[in-house]
């Protein structure tokens, strides 16, 4: 009796077990989805950048004198004007925001430094030399451009612009005479071309006019020049010139763009 009723029991287990693999076998497998990918979305100009240029620059000044030690002349006198060209090197750092799927827009700060000096005789009073030395400029523009394709922005600007300038006068065979450091206010416009050369690179050339009007600037006594000149003691008040600036630039430079390649996308 007992060994029937193990075998019976036996009997049940191997049934209910087999029932449930066959059961097992017979569910569904299940279905597996594919992982999305990131990519990253179409290169774009937006996003900031940093970057340095090099290039040459050109000035032209034209002078008047208005009063001697603060006594003013009667009608301005010519003082002459100069020409100058040099190397410059400076900065940049801005922001773009691009649109309308090829638009661009954006803010820019540039700096730059040269120097690049002049100089004319000033042929109202033989022996007197005027030297210019433009030493820096800065500007802040804003500017538009359209990009061809994804690879190539061209694009003008216009803003503010500053020049330090260093003007004197220089009797033959003497040291400056009068000497006079100079900051000017005006406005700058330009155009140029940028081009993406690897992921988060660009180089760039552009050219650049700057216009600094003409105004009215003290030239001060060094001390320095023989008596009979008439500059005054050291320190004195000895020129008063009306002074019109103009500088151009022709640079190129190179980038590097943060957030370069815009947003993640995910792709299934």
């Not at 049934?15 to 990253?40: C, E, H, M, T, W």
């Not at 109202?124 to 994804?150: H, M, Q, S």
Request: charged share 10%; aromatic share 12%; with cysteine.
């Amino acid at each position: 009796m007992r060994s029937t009723a193990f075998v019976s029991a036996v009997a049940a287990i191997s049934a209910v077990f087999g029932n449930s693999a066959v059961l097992a076998a017979d569910l569904a497998r299940p279905i597996y989805s594919k992982a999305p990918v990131i990519a990253q979305a179409p290169a774009s100009w937006g996003g900031c950048y940093l970057g340095g240029n090099l290039g040459a620059g050109w000035d032209s000044t034209h002078t008047d004198g208005l009063a001697l030690a603060g006594v003013p002349f009667p009608s301005p006198f010519d003082y002459g004007s100069s020409r100058g060209s040099g190397f410059i090197g400076g900065g940049q750092i801005g922001c773009d925001y691009q649109f309308a799927s090829n638009w661009v827009v954006g803010l820019q700060g540039k700096a730059d430094f040269g120097p690049i000096n002049s100089s004319n005789p000033v042929a109202i009073i033989p022996g007197i030399t005027a030297d210019y030395r433009l030493k820096n400029t800065e500007d802040v523009t804003a500017r538009i451009g359209y990009a061809f394709g994804p690879s190539v922005l061209a694009y003008v600007k216009g803003g503010a612009a500053w020049a330090n300038l260093r003007a004197s006068s220089v009797p033959n065979g003497e040291q400056a005479g009068e000497i006079g450091n100079i900051l000017r206010v005006g406005y700058t416009v330009g155009a140029g071309v940028e081009w993406k050369i690897s992921h988060g690179w660009s180089l760039f050339g552009e050219y650049n006019y700057m216009d600094f009007g003409t105004k009215t600037s003290p030239l001060y006594s060094t001390g320095l020049a023989n008596p009979a000149w008439g500059f005054g003691a050291t320190g004195a008040l000895s020129d008063t010139v009306a002074m019109k600036l103009r500088s151009q630039q022709v640079v190129v430079g190179v980038n590097y763009r943060f957030d370069w390649g815009g947003p993640l996308v995910a792709k299934y």
